[in-house]
């Protein structure tokens, strides 16, 4: 179906979720089973815990499930001193299980020639997660920039492979930060998507650029619970809350550990009422979106949907992301058997990925080698 400046496939149209079942709101499930497959992707890591419960809102109680919003939040900040000694990671970062965990998500660096065995004769297409992949994490998420460097590894990977920007932030805000135009952008979880005007894909009516916006009638739900959200985290120094468009993230990074719990508290108490709304914890964060069948999984699905890559059994797609709502992204790459998840993380973690990166200076190292390959590999096509 289309509209001025929507586009949305028929088979990709959304359905809202019933709310009474919504989707997994903690997407660290179990990982599967080890063992190679298809397009060079590693196997999962046989980490066995006691799965967490869905953080259902409409469930009566709550003190449980804020326990496990902060133990999430907490055990996914590899800086955090007690990381180690949680219940959500406990089991994963002893020194024994941070060897095992990287013999079954090694290091994308130091696999770097097997990986590019795999995307021999492949069209590679480049998914990157922002905050924490392409920033570090800081203080101020207002003040997420990311370096010159980074900026040029990121424009000349883009120079050879079709490249997304996947962020919870609003698509504007991430654009602002990496200020390329050539890039695809999907902003507020996969929920904001624009494809370039000058892009290999789509039609685009008039030449303008595509907007895939499945929330849209989201809009006013979600800026009135922002602005609620303003007024009951006033009160606690430190907090901030950003709206992203389509959803809206209350940052903890600022705020006194002491004071998480009540601030929890205070955002799982607005968010009782509105129940098309569901939260997920993230790295300091509480990400609140609405319930619908959508999430980066899904947009980086659309992307190659759009590339013309739906069915296409020589595309390998690439994602590299440090955070929980990556795991859909994740997950979709392992169920379609094409391509590969790169989790950027100092701590181990359930993980769909199949790769590891410790840090951003590592994801850039990462896509610099990436385009040298692809450099050479032209360079020696050109030879014969
Ligand atoms: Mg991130």
């Not at 695809?184 to 494809?195: E, N, T």
Request: with cysteine.
């Amino acid at each position: 179906m289309t509209n001025q400046n929507v586009l949305v496939p028929e088979s990709m149209e959304i359905a809202v979720a019933a709310v009474a079942n919504p989707a997994p709101m903690f997407p660290y499930l179990p990982p599967h089973g080890g063992g190679a497959s298809a397009g060079g992707v590693r196997g999962g890591f046989g980490i066995r815990r006691k799965c967490l419960p869905q953080l259902d809102l409409a469930e009566n109680g709550g003190s449980g499930r804020i326990n496990v919003w902060i133990e999430t939040m907490e055990a996914s900040s590899p800086k955090h001193k007690s990381a180690a000694t949680l219940g959500v990671s406990a089991s994963i970062t002893g020194p024994h299980e941070h060897s095992t965990w990287m013999l079954s998500h090694p290091s994308a660096l130091s696999m770097f020639d097997e990986i590019t065995k795999a995307l021999i004769g492949k069209q590679v297409v480049m998914f990157l997660d922002y905050d924490g992949t392409l920033s570090p994490i800081v203080d101020d998420p207002d003040r997420a920039f990311m370096s010159d460097a980074m900026r040029d590894a990121v424009r000349d990977v883009a120079r050879y492979f079709p490249t997304a920007i996947v962020s919870g932030r609003c698509r504007n805000k991430v654009y602002s930060f990496v200020r390329l135009a050539e890039l695809y952008y999907a902003g507020s979880h996969g929920m904001d998507i624009k494809v370039p005007a000058k892009g290999p894909s789509l039609k685009k009516p008039n030449g303008k650029a595509v907007l895939f916006q499945p929330a849209s009638k989201f809009l006013p739900m979600i800026d009135k619970v922002y602005r609620t959200l303003l007024e009951a985290t006033k009160s606690t120094p430190g907090a901030k809350v950003e709206n992203n468009k389509f959803c809206v993230s209350v940052h903890f990074r600022c705020v006194d550990e002491k004071r998480w719990r009540a601030l929890a508290d205070r955002v799982k108490s607005v968010l009782k009422e509105y129940p098309k709304l569901r939260l997920t914890p993230g790295r300091k964060v509480l990400e609140i979106r609405p319930i619908i069948k959508w999430d980066k999984g899904r947009a980086m699905e659309f992307l190659l949907k759009s590339l013309g890559f739906a069915d296409c059994k020589d595309v390998l797609p690439v994602y590299i992301g440090d955070d929980l709502t990556d795991e859909d992204a994740f997950k979709v790459l392992r169920n379609r058997g094409q391509g590969f998840g790169i989790l950027v993380s100092k701590i181990p973690k359930e993980t769909s990925a199949s790769y590891s990166l410790q840090e951003p200076s590592e994801v850039m190292d990462f896509l610099q080698r990436l385009v040298e390959w692809k450099r050479l590999t032209l360079k020696s096509c050109t030879m014969v």
